[in-house]
């Protein structure tokens, strides 16, 4: 049985099919088990001061205005131009994970690999377009039903948002909430109104990295975090993005993946953890923290690095887990069973190259300093 949702093609996004050569036509410290309540999510962590009355900011709402997600979508491959500048392009694509390609107007060819997105069949990427009006790509003959989006999360008309007036934090780690970095919470529903990837709820087990593998020195990482959202809720078909929480280089921690309307990340008043989409065949059950950026080669800057093991530390301690423990992992859905660490990277769980060598070679260093009291 498989806990992921199946790629379908989304038939709220305008797209047309073409031949490879053709032209795509732009469309366009709790005991585990224990019940977790806002107010207790929220308690002030022992180094940090917070003076926030709840995890959802209880003191009201602010209007604040966030570009509204523009995309263009095709099916092949071949060129594609867009009737706007694209900040990100995505590309989802069945058969052999690697292989296919794409280029930035005129620039030279980048090879896709799914880098953090993986999944079941072929291969998913999320490519920094720069502004590009026009992309192409292509693919062998073991590659087939490929899509591609042209993001556009920087210049669209502006919509309002009701953002929380006051800091929302996690025991004492300040979070951006989903209207804080401009979350539409449409794109979790399907055109007839229905929730796309109805929310499930499993006792929380191990803690996974992921790096996202997008462009360091991000300049607007919000603006990201609503790219990759709209690559894994439409282009993915996950209805949602695939982390429970994501961090930037300056150290700001995003909320991820939809978990209620409670005012609590990632659990629901039970203390249960939503099931989210960061890591195939071991989701439920398994936290998922991405630092954006490329940590293949680079270290995360030290205010990431420090905000990680920060969130590490205050979930550890909420439900009782040893960030330097082994375990036993269980998928609660399919009884897969995995002997792993209790915080480990994605490539603990699957081929690929998540959370970046850099990264991975200093789990060790983060495991024990956020089991440290």
Excluded at 34 to 44: I, N
Excluded at 126 to 140: D, H, I, R, S
Excluded at 180 to 195: L, Q, V
Excluded at 249 to 263: H, I, K, L, Q, T
Aim: glycine content about 10%; hydrophobic content about 35%.
């Amino acid at each position: 049985m498989s806990e992921s949702p199946t790629p379908a093609q989304q038939s709220h996004r305008r797209k047309r099919s073409l031949s490879r050569r053709g032209m795509i036509a732009s469309g366009g410290a709790v005991a585990a088990g224990a019940a977790l309540t806002p107010m207790v999510f929220a308690a002030t962590d022992s180094d940090e001061p917070d003076n926030s009355a709840s995890a959802s900011g209880d003191s009201g709402t602010t209007p604040e205005k966030f570009p509204a997600t523009r995309t263009e979508a095709a099916t092949g491959t071949g060129e594609a131009t867009t009737a706007f500048a694209a900040s990100y392009v995505g590309v989802r694509w069945s058969g052999a994970k690697d292989g296919a390609a794409i280029r930035l107007g005129h620039g030279d060819w980048q090879t896709l690999t799914s880098g953090c997105t993986a999944v079941e069949d072929g291969g998913s990427a999320l490519v920094a377009a720069g502004n590009a009006t026009a992309y192409e790509v292509k693919a062998p003959s073991d590659i087939d039903g490929v899509r591609s989006l042209a993001i556009d999360t920087t210049d669209g008309p502006d919509r309002t948002y009701r953002v929380p007036s006051e800091p929302t934090r996690v025991r004492g780690v300040r979070y951006l909430s989903r209207p804080a970095w401009g979350a539409d919470e449409s794109k979790r529903f399907k055109p007839d109104g229905t929730i796309n990837s109805p929310e499930t709820y499993y006792p929380l087990q191990v803690i996974t990295v992921h790096h996202t593998a997008t462009p360091n020195n991000d300049p607007d990482p919000a603006a990201t975090v609503r790219a990759m959202y709209e690559m894994h809720a439409i282009t993915n078909d996950w209805g949602d993005i695939g982390y429970h929480f994501l961090i930037d280089e300056a150290g700001n921690v995003y909320e991820g993946r939809y978990s209620g309307d409670d005012g609590i990340p990632a659990f629901n008043p039970a203390g249960d953890l939503v099931t989210a989409f960061h890591s195939v065949g071991y989701n439920s059950g398994a936290l998922g923290i991405a630092l954006i950026g490329n940590l293949d080669q680079q270290a995360p800057t030290d205010a990431a690095k420090a905000s990680l093991v920060r969130l590490i530390k205050v979930i550890s301690r909420f439900k009782g887990l040893d960030p330097e423990a082994r375990v036993t992992y269980t998928n609660p859905v399919n009884g897969t069973k995995k002997d792993t660490n209790t915080v480990g990277g994605h490539r603990d769980y699957f081929d690929t190259e998540c959370p970046g060598q850099v990264m991975y070679d200093l789990l060790a260093e983060v495991r024990a300093a956020a089991a440290r009291r």
